[in-house]
């Protein structure tokens, strides 16, 4: 069974750009989840989506967006770019839950890169 | 507002040693805790998830307590190798079960 997939591996843009990063589910899961780690500040979470709804966010602002397809694929987009959003974003997915998180198994993360 | 705090922060054991991790949080009103790793750039690999009800989880050579009371918990992991060399990451659910607060992580490394 395929595990969580993530593209593009590797992301270099500039100041002021917009990143569009993607994430594909283990099939059956509904619930996708976006976290960023950058160096020295540990993984914080972003996004949390399912059935296509944003269920939480975390204190990021809203330069950082997303959504969830019908086929509970994910995209987070990210603009106006900044020096500190340089980061490896993972994306984790779930089975989708009413009453709170249940197992997140994650993806090998987007290496983003701003200069 | 829930905080997750990992001690050590890294360590260095010999082959063969049982080791224990530890990580605690600040508000027990969690639902669920996870344990996973982190290899050096890769995703997060889950290793065990333990429920608000319960008190343990086991998996081959590793096994996670949970005593939320003093909102702890421990991964134990038995004759360590060198291929658990990694990041070892605990992270608490935020009371309404709607976030996953990590800490920073112990990096284990295993000497042989």
């Known amino acids: 069974e395929a595990g969580v997939t993530q593209s593009p591996t590797h992301l270099i843009k500039t100041r002021g750009q917009q990143a569009t990063l993607r994430c594909s589910p283990i099939?059956?899961?509904?619930?996708v989840y976006w976290y960023q780690q950058a160096l020295g500040l540990g993984l914080q979470f972003l996004l949390w989506?399912?059935?296509?709804?944003?269920?939480n966010r975390g204190n990021f602002p809203p330069r950082f967006s997303g959504r969830q397809f019908p086929n509970y694929s994910s995209e987070l987009n990210v603009n106006a770019l900044e020096l500190e959003d340089s980061a490896l974003y993972l994306c984790?997915?779930?089975?989708?839950?009413?009453?709170?998180?249940?197992?997140?198994?994650f993806g090998p993360g987007t290496r983003l890169t701003v200069l | 507002k829930q905080e997750v705090t990992q001690i050590p922060a890294a360590l260095s054991v010999p082959e063969g040693e049982n080791l224990v991790l530890n990580c605690s949080f600040t508000d027990s009103a969690i639902y669920n805790l996870q344990w996973f790793r982190q290899d050096p750039g890769k995703g997060l690999t889950s290793l065990l998830l333990i429920q608000s009800s319960q008190r343990e989880q086991t998996s081959g050579r590793l096994n996670a307590s949970l005593d939320k009371s003093s909102g702890r918990s421990t991964l134990y992991i038995a004759a360590s190798q060198p291929g658990d060399s990694a990041t070892y990451l605990c992270a608490a659910t935020n009371q309404a079960g709607t976030a996953l607060i990590f800490g920073k992580g112990t990096t284990l490394s295993v000497s042989s």
């Open positions: 099939s059956g899961h509904t619930s």
């Open positions: 989506y399912d059935e296509g709804e944003e269920r």
């Open positions: 984790a997915s779930s089975l989708g839950s009413l009453a709170g998180l249940n197992e997140q198994f």
